[in-house]
């Protein structure tokens, strides 16, 4: 029995046996003979001439896969990201001395022979057999292209690219067969432009044009001599001759280069020596690819880009389909992102939370009657390392594109859904209640279905003693008054809030439709993204219309020579409530921010409105706003739900406590200040709301955000109730609430930390 090398590879003397039964078979081809079985050879393969034109004739070449850029509104590039870094080019844009470097070295009688080269074949026979191992090979250029193929087709799928590359009697003679046939249909020129487009160059460069910029940071079309034997002298061994962690043995293969094209003629004696002296004249270029590399610090934007991508429909029936053509590349991706918004925003994040606090920061704004996505970020840094505070889980978003788990409960931002459902109900603007101190949740309340029942006596409180009713409601929104919404909810009952939340598309961050609960319905005690919350909010914006978020305008795709438009995305936009809602909403909300818990937000140029939220222990505070032209929400907190906001430094700024209007409230003022600059100020259309006896609450504290929350009560007034987990029926009242993100102490899958647990079913729970 043969002997075996060490390391479990084919003796030479196996190694030259195989490689005689293919140059036996290759010669046999193309003399026309029959071909007795040679199983002395170890040629698996049929053993004749019909036998071997019953293979495949049909070479699949797929689309090289390219670059895909993703653009802002203006048309400048936001990311580059790719599968494999290639840009293909014409043979016209490519030097003719790396034209001829790559023959001269890989197959220097190219344009003479067919696709198999008899004489390049016996030639490597004679010399393998006095050498007793294969040191030289037979496969021409369309040979080797013939391969490439079969890779490039393989993809990023290891067990494919395994079968792809397989040094089997059974692979060459199908590369044989389908090389006759390349060489038939494409013709010299063409075959070596594919070649070159296709053949991996080491460094992630996939293809000539990539790989000149790679190396030597220009165009193919512009390599000179040196530069091109350098880059062919790669294709053989990217790993062994690569010239940046090997200058010595690449400058070796270079000059073997430049020798090869002197002995063939492409160059002269003197050409090749001058070229040997020449240093290697590298001017490396970084690979540039994927979300990380986004500008303006984009890099959650573009991750939310490639999401929608891999998960909507409109790019393929399956997740297969989507991430093929997305693994193609070869898209040119202009997207809704407006790069002076999402500069403000930034500036805004990174004036207010420093990527190294306890807590992090995300942001979103929207523009109400398009649902275009204008900007989104966050105070932590896109990426995988920990240590440096960053995180690839973008917290503006929901779970299935790439957001945390949950998302973070809302707080009393949910109050204005409450609102707009009663209004749509025909309860007055007017509407007075008793809105006590504290109070138990009313019982029942109905449901879409079964009344709720406070069997288990919770009780809801406001933010602080002095906080006493009778309230009207847009005192009650101003002062965000726990108890007055709470008697509102029951009169109009669950089920309308809970139409109002799924016309507005609000639903919670794992996608799941709100619970029909007093805490979730009234107090925002469940979790959701800030694009939900803004999305939201833009709907009073646009008098009623909610608008679908999207962030892609249109995706043009490279396929050979071609340009294809694909289908996208389009925003869905449908009457959520009537402007007269709309537009009572806006009133209320525009008090808000004049003289109630947003006054810190407020804009002072434009008409604008919004709502302050502070959950239970103060471990997230909220504030959502927008002028008739765009919608923003900010949201603040601790990723994984473990931090409480008080006594506590935010951006260099200590706080004894945090609430809704004191950091949220800045960051979205600074934001949007931004991102409005220079636009239009239209007005709202606003409504008279009279304000009842302006006297009777006039010992009142008005500033009753600054208050606490009580961990007992999934009341709280701006602490929104139940926010790390809350309080609980036996339906499941509210369940515990956790990103997980990196970067904040969390798992990077954006899974529960190890020690915090989801609420119960009954009672108080979800709490660490």
């Given at each position: 029995?043969?002997?075996k090398?060490?390391?479990?590879?084919?003796?030479?003397?196996?190694?030259?046996?195989?490689?005689?039964?293919?140059?036996?078979?290759?010669?046999?081809v193309?003399?026309?003979?029959?071909?007795?079985?040679?199983?002395?050879?170890?040629?698996?393969?049929?053993?004749s001439?019909?036998?071997?034109?019953?293979?495949?004739?049909?070479?699949?070449?797929?689309?090289?896969?390219?670059?895909?850029?993703?653009?802002?509104?203006?048309?400048?590039?936001?990311?580059?990201?790719?599968?494999?870094?290639?840009?293909?080019?014409?043979?016209?844009?490519?030097?003719?001395?790396?034209?001829?470097?790559?023959?001269?070295?890989?197959?220097?009688?190219?344009?003479?022979?067919?696709?198999?080269?008899?004489?390049?074949?016996?030639?490597?026979?004679n010399k393998?057999?006095?050498?007793?191992?294969?040191?030289?090979?037979a496969?021409?250029?369309?040979q080797?292209?013939?391969?490439?193929?079969?890779?490039?087709?393989?993809?990023?799928d290891?067990?494919?690219?395994?079968?792809?590359?397989?040094?089997?009697?059974?692979?060459?003679?199908?590369?044989?067969?389908?090389?006759?046939?390349?060489e038939?249909?494409?013709?010299?020129?063409?075959?070596?432009?594919?070649?070159?487009?296709?053949?991996f160059?080491?460094?992630?460069?996939?293809?000539?044009?990539?790989?000149?910029?790679?190396?030597?940071?220009?165009?193919?079309?512009?390599?000179?001599?040196?530069?091109?034997?350098?880059?062919?002298?790669i294709?053989?061994?990217?790993?062994?001759?690569?010239?940046?962690?090997?200058?010595?043995?690449?400058?070796?293969?270079?000059?073997?280069?430049?020798?090869?094209m002197?002995?063939?003629?492409?160059?002269?004696?003197?050409?090749?020596?001058e070229?040997?002296k020449?240093?290697?004249?590298?001017?490396?270029?970084?690979?540039?690819?994927?979300?990380?590399?986004a500008?303006?610090?984009?890099?959650?934007?573009?991750?939310?880009?490639?999401?929608?991508?891999?998960?909507?429909?409109?790019?393929?029936?399956?997740?297969?389909?989507?991430?093929?053509?997305?693994?193609q590349g070869?898209?040119?991706?202009?997207?809704?992102?407006?790069?002076?918004?999402?500069?403000?925003v930034?500036?805004?994040?990174?004036?207010?939370?420093?990527?190294?606090?306890?807590?992090?920061?995300?942001?979103?704004?929207?523009?109400?009657?398009?649902?275009?996505?204008v900007?989104?970020?966050?105070?932590?840094?896109?990426?995988?390392?920990?240590?440096?505070?960053?995180?690839?889980?973008?917290?503006?978003?929901?779970?299935?594109?790439g957001?945390?788990?949950?998302?973070f409960?809302?707080?009393?931002?949910?109050?204005?859904?409450?609102?707009a459902?009663?209004l749509?109900?025909?309860?007055?603007?007017?509407?007075?209640?008793?809105?006590?101190?504290?109070?138990d949740y009313p019982?029942?309340?109905?449901?879409?279905?079964?009344?709720?029942?406070?069997?288990?006596?919770?009780?809801v409180?406001n933010?602080?003693?002095s906080?006493?009713?009778?309230?009207?409601?847009?005192e009650?929104?101003?002062?965000?008054?726990?108890?007055?919404?709470?008697?509102m909810?029951?009169?109009?009952?669950?089920?309308p809030?809970?139409?109002?939340?799924?016309?507005?598309?609000?639903?919670?961050?794992?996608?799941?439709?709100?619970?029909?609960?007093?805490?979730?319905?009234?107090?925002?005690?469940v979790?959701?993204?800030?694009?939900?919350?803004?999305?939201?909010?833009?709907t009073?914006?646009?008098?009623?219309?909610?608008?679908?978020?999207?962030?892609?305008?249109?995706?043009?795709?490279?396929?050979?020579d071609?340009?294809?438009s694909l289908?996208?995305?389009?925003?869905?936009c449908?009457?959520?409530m009537?402007?007269?809602?709309?537009?009572?909403?806006?009133?209320?909300?525009?008090g808000?921010?004049?003289s109630?818990?947003?006054?810190?937000?407020?804009?002072?140029?434009r008409?604008?409105?919004?709502?302050?939220?502070?959950?239970?222990?103060?471990?997230?505070?909220?504030?959502?706003?927008?002028t008739?032209?765009?919608?923003?929400?900010?949201?603040?907190?601790?990723?994984?739900?473990?931090?409480?906001?008080?006594?506590?430094?935010?951006?260099?700024?200590?706080?004894s406590?945090?609430?809704?209007?004191?950091?949220?409230?800045?960051?979205?003022?600074?934001?949007?200040?931004?991102a409005?600059s220079?636009?239009?100020?239209?007005?709202?259309?606003?409504?008279?709301?009279?304000?009842?006896?302006?006297?009777?609450?006039?010992?009142?504290?008005?500033?009753?955000?600054?208050?606490?929350?009580?961990?007992?009560?999934?009341?709280?007034?701006?602490?929104?109730?139940?926010?790390n987990?809350?309080?609980?029926?036996?339906?499941?009242?509210?369940?515990?609430?956790?990103?997980?993100?990196?970067?904040?102490?969390?798992?990077?899958?954006?899974?529960?930390?190890?020690?915090?647990?989801?609420?119960?079913?009954?009672?108080?729970?979800?709490?660490?």
């Open positions: 029995m043969p002997k090398r060490s390391g479990g590879g084919l003796s030479p003397t196996q190694q030259a046996a195989k490689f005689l039964g293919v140059s036996v078979l290759a010669g046999a193309l003399a026309g003979i029959a071909l007795p079985a040679v199983g002395a050879l170890g040629l698996a393969a049929k053993g001439v019909e036998g071997f034109d019953a293979l495949p004739t049909n070479l699949k070449t797929p689309p090289l896969s390219q670059r895909t850029t993703i653009l802002d509104t203006e048309g400048d590039t936001i990311a580059t990201v790719y599968s494999r870094d290639r840009t293909v080019v014409d043979l016209k844009d490519i030097s003719p001395y790396m034209q001829k470097a790559i023959v001269a070295i890989e197959d220097s009688r190219f344009y003479e022979h067919g696709a198999i080269d008899l004489k390049g074949v016996l030639r490597a026979l393998n057999a006095r050498s007793g191992e294969v040191s030289e090979g496969s021409t250029l369309t080797q292209y013939v391969k490439n193929v079969f890779v490039e087709e393989a993809g990023d290891p067990t494919k690219v395994a079968q792809a590359t397989q040094q089997t009697i059974g692979r060459k003679i199908q590369e044989l067969k389908l090389a006759i046939q390349v038939e249909e494409l013709g010299k020129k063409k075959i070596l432009e594919n070649y070159l487009n296709i053949t160059f080491g460094q992630q460069a996939y293809g000539v044009e990539a790989a000149s910029q790679r190396y030597f940071s220009k165009h193919a079309k512009d390599l000179n001599v040196q530069e091109s034997a350098l880059l062919a002298g294709v053989q061994s990217p790993s062994r001759y690569d010239p940046v962690n090997d200058e010595a043995e690449a400058t070796k293969r270079r000059n073997t280069v430049l020798t090869r002197a002995q063939v003629g492409d160059i002269s004696q003197a050409e090749a020596a070229a040997k020449a240093p290697l004249g590298l001017k490396v270029s970084k690979p540039n690819n994927g979300c990380i590399t500008v303006d610090d984009a890099g959650f934007f573009c991750s939310y880009v490639r999401n929608v991508f891999l998960n909507d429909p409109v790019f393929g029936k399956s997740k297969e389909d989507r991430a093929k053509i997305w693994n070869g898209l040119t991706i202009r997207t809704t992102l407006d790069p002076q918004a999402q500069s403000s930034q500036q805004s994040l990174k004036g207010h939370v420093d990527e190294s606090d306890e807590v992090a920061s995300a942001a979103t704004l929207v523009q109400p009657g398009t649902g275009k996505i900007a989104m970020g966050q105070s932590k840094p896109y990426g995988t390392n920990a240590k440096q505070h960053e995180t690839v889980i973008n917290y503006s978003v929901d779970y299935s594109v957001g945390s788990n949950y998302g409960p809302t707080g009393s931002t949910f109050k204005p859904f409450l609102a459902a009663a749509e109900e025909n309860v007055s603007a007017t509407k007075e209640y008793s809105s006590p101190y504290d109070m019982s029942p309340i109905q449901t879409c279905d079964k009344p709720w029942i406070n069997d288990s006596g919770y009780r409180e933010e602080n003693e906080e006493v009713g009778p309230y009207r409601l847009k009650a929104m101003a002062k965000s008054v726990n108890t007055y919404f709470v008697q909810l029951s009169d109009i009952g669950l089920c809030v809970s139409t109002m939340a799924d016309k507005l598309h609000v639903h919670q961050g794992n996608g799941d439709k709100l619970p029909q609960n007093p805490s979730a319905l009234a107090l925002g005690s979790g959701m993204s800030p694009l939900t919350m803004a999305s939201a909010y833009a009073f914006a646009s008098r009623g219309m909610y608008c679908t978020p999207i962030a892609i305008e249109s995706i043009t795709q490279n396929v050979g071609e340009q294809k289908d996208v995305p389009k925003s869905t449908s009457r959520a009537s402007e007269k809602t709309a537009d009572t909403m806006n009133t209320l909300l525009q808000v921010v004049d109630g818990t947003g006054k810190e937000a407020g804009l002072g140029d008409d604008n409105a919004g709502k302050t939220g502070t959950t239970d222990e103060r471990k997230n505070a909220w504030f959502v706003g927008y008739p032209n765009m919608s923003g929400a900010v949201w603040v907190g601790s990723a994984t739900q473990k931090v409480e906001m008080k006594n506590i430094t935010i951006g260099g700024v200590y706080h406590l945090v609430f809704g209007g004191a950091v949220p409230g800045p960051i979205w003022k600074d934001a949007m200040t931004g409005l220079g636009k239009d100020a239209p007005p709202f259309n606003l409504v008279d709301i009279p304000d009842g006896d302006k006297n009777k609450n006039k010992d009142k504290n008005k500033d009753k955000d600054k208050g606490r929350g009580d961990d007992n009560k999934p009341g709280g007034g701006d602490n929104g109730g139940g926010g987990g809350g309080d609980g029926d036996d339906e499941g009242f509210i369940a515990g609430l956790s990103d997980g993100g990196t970067g904040d102490g969390g798992s990077d899958d954006g899974g529960f930390p190890g020690n915090w647990f989801q609420g119960a079913g009954n009672g108080p729970g979800g709490r660490d």
